[in-house]
C-alpha cells in the first residue's frame, strides 16, 4: 500500500512559468513532509520541507504548500528554470525519527 | 568536508555472488540507510540503523544483509537470494535520536551519490 503517493510521472514547464508538483498521502499520522530533487546517477539532494503545524514554507523560487483536511501538499517553482530539470521527490515521516517513506517522483523538464 | 561516499559507483556482479556495497559518513550522524531506486518505483527502504550494533529490516529486506559496527560505517551486502539485484542503491545518513540540542529532529536525510550495481 502506498503511503506517498505522485500521480504524475512528468511534468513539462516552460521557462520562466510557475512549476506545480503534487503528492498525496494517505497516513494521517505523518508530520512532516520533505522535498527531493534528484539528477540522473547522483544522490537525492534536500530541497524543502514543512511540518504539519504549517500550511506555507517559501525558500527562494520554491514554496511548499500543505493541506492536511486533503491529505495533499504541492511545491510551486517560479520561475522556473532549465536547472530544474530533474526528478523530484516527495518524502514524508511520522516523526523526526522514522525513515522517510518516498513517493516514485515526478520527472520536471524546464523547457527553453 | 562533511559528507556520506558510497563505494563503489559502478559493479558488475556474476548471478549468484554476494557484493558488498560501502557507506561511510563523516556528518556524525547517529542514523543511517539503504534504499533502492528502480525505474518509476520511487526510493525504496531496505535497512536502516538509529545506533551502533543495531539495524531494523525497511520494506525490502529479503536477500540483504548489513552490520553497524561503527557510528561511520554500514554497508550493505547484497547476497544471491536477492532476486532482482541489478538497481541503483543510495546510502543516507541523518542526526538521529538525539537530534539537535533543544531542537526538533527534522528527519531529513543526506544522501551519497549512489551505487549502480548491475548482474550479468
Known amino acids: 500500500d502506498q503511503q506517498v503517493k505522485q500521480n504524475s510521472p512528468s511534468l513539462s514547464v516552460q521557462e520562466g512559468r510557475i512549476s506545480i508538483l503534487n503528492c498525496d498521502y494517505t497516513?494521517?499520522?505523518?508530520?512532516?513532509f520533505l522535498w527531493y530533487k534528484k539528477y540522473p546517477a547522483e544522490g537525492p539532494t534536500f530541497l524543502i520541507s514543512?511540518?504539519?503545524?504549517?500550511d506555507k514554507n517559501e525558500d527562494g523560487r520554491f514554496t511548499v504548500f500543505l493541506n492536511k483536511s486533503a491529505k495533499h501538499l504541492s511545491l510551486h517553482i517560479v520561475p522556473s528554470q532549465p536547472g530544474d530539470s530533474a526528478v523530484y521527490f516527495c518524502?514524508?515521516?511520522?516523526?523526526?525519527?522514522?525513515?522517510?517513506?518516498f513517493g516514485k517522483g515526478t520527472r520536471l523538464s524546464v523547457i527553453a | 568536508d562533511g559528507g556520506i561516499t558510497q563505494s563503489p559507483k559502478y559493479l558488475f556482479r556474476k548471478e549468484g555472488q554476494n557484493v558488498t556495497l560501502s557507506c561511510e559518513q563523516n556528518?556524525?550522524?547517529?542514523?543511517m540507510y539503504w534504499y533502492r531506486q528502480d525505474p518509476g518505483q520511487g526510493l525504496r527502504l531496505i535497512y536502516y540503523?538509529?545506533?551502533?550494533?543495531?539495524?531494523q529490516k525497511g520494506d525490502i529486506a529479503e536477500g540483504y544483509s548489513v552490520s553497524r559496527e561503527k557510528k561511520e560505517s554500514f554497508p550493505l551486502t547484497v547476497t544471491s537470494a536477492q532476486k532482482n539485484p541489478t538497481a541503483f542503491y543510495l546510502c543516507?545518513?541523518?542526526?538521529?535520536?538525539?537530534?539537535?540540542?533543544?531542537?526538533?529532529?527534522?528527519?531529513?536525510?543526506?544522501f551519497g551519490e549512489g551505487s549502480r550495481l548491475t548482474v550479468l
Open positions: 497516513n494521517s499520522m505523518f508530520d512532516y
Open positions: 556528518l556524525n550522524h547517529d542514523a
Open positions: 540503523s538509529q545506533i551502533v550494533n543495531d539495524f
Open positions: 518524502a514524508a515521516s511520522v516523526t523526526g525519527n522514522t525513515p522517510l517513506v
Open positions: 543516507a545518513s541523518s542526526i538521529g535520536l538525539k537530534g539537535l540540542a533543544g531542537g526538533r529532529v527534522t528527519g531529513e536525510l543526506f
Open positions: 514543512i511540518s504539519s503545524i504549517k
